[in-house]
């Protein structure tokens, strides 16, 4: 299993470019999220997913669109990049059990944008 | 509302000392808790975690940690630590009903020779 996978490793964008970031999973968990990390202030949630077709927003949303059309893949696309959107960017995965209850996410190796 | 507060920014400790990495959680309900590593460069991985049962809960490379109510923490310990473990600790607080859950700022650990 290749775990979670994202794409690229590093961006550079001006402000004002669009870009999505790619990240797919192939260990079948529905819950699929996105994270951004930022010096002193630890991961936090941008959005997340239960399940194909459903999305939902985190703490931070402003700034990113998800969509969810298949099992796998969790794409986070930033649609007019600001410089306050440099950070780096985590997919995470995590088995969905029942009752609902948080679980093991698994991380991938992370996308490092920064925006100028 | 949950919070998870991690009081040490930046842990020194030299090889073979033993460790404790500080965690405090606000929930009011029984939280579901985790301790995660991340090494340079990389994403997160799962050193442990406490759903219910049994306080102490053991972990992978040698960590373990105890999750005590009445002090609403969970810190993370090691006897005898390695240079290999110099990396970033962060807990994770979630609650049951949802899979998110949040995460502390983190500690950076250094390991001194």
């Known amino acids: 299993n290749a775990g979670v996978t994202q794409t690229p490793k590093f961006q550079v964008l001006k402000t004002g470019q669009s870009m999505t970031l790619q990240c797919a999973q192939d260990?079948?968990?529905?819950?699929m999220s996105w994270y951004r990390q930022d010096p002193g202030m630890g991961l936090r949630l941008i959005h997340y997913?239960?399940?194909?077709?459903?999305?939902d927003q985190g703490e931070v949303p402003n700034g990113y669109n998800v969509s969810r059309s298949t099992t796998e893949d969790f794409p986070l696309r930033l649609l007019s990049a600001a410089p306050s959107q440099t950070s780096v960017y985590f997919c995470?995965?995590?088995?969905?059990?029942?009752?609902?209850?948080?679980?093991?996410?698994?991380f991938g190796p992370g996308t490092r944008l920064t925006v100028t | 509302a949950q919070s998870v507060t991690q009081p040490d920014i930046h842990i020194t400790v030299s090889e073979g000392a033993s460790l404790e990495l500080r965690c405090n959680y606000s929930?009011?309900?029984?939280?579901?808790l985790f301790w995660y590593v991340q090494s340079p460069g990389q994403g997160l991985q799962l050193l442990l975690k406490?759903?219910?049962?049994?306080?102490l809960v053991q972990g992978i490379k040698g960590f373990e940690a105890e999750f005590k109510r009445s002090q609403s923490s969970f810190n993370l310990r090691k006897p005898s630590v390695h240079w290999s473990d110099a990396a970033e600790y962060f807990c994770?607080?979630?609650?049951?009903?949802?899979?998110?859950?949040?995460f502390g700022t983190g500690t950076r650990l250094k390991v001194l020779a």
């Open positions: 406490y759903f219910s049962g049994d306080t």
């Open positions: 929930y009011g309900a029984t939280p579901y």
């Open positions: 997913s239960v399940g194909a077709g459903i999305t």
């Open positions: 994770a607080v979630g609650a049951s009903g949802t899979y998110k859950y949040i």
């Open positions: 995470a995965s995590s088995y969905s059990p029942a009752p609902v209850r948080p679980y093991e996410q698994y």
């Open positions: 260990m079948n968990h529905e819950y």
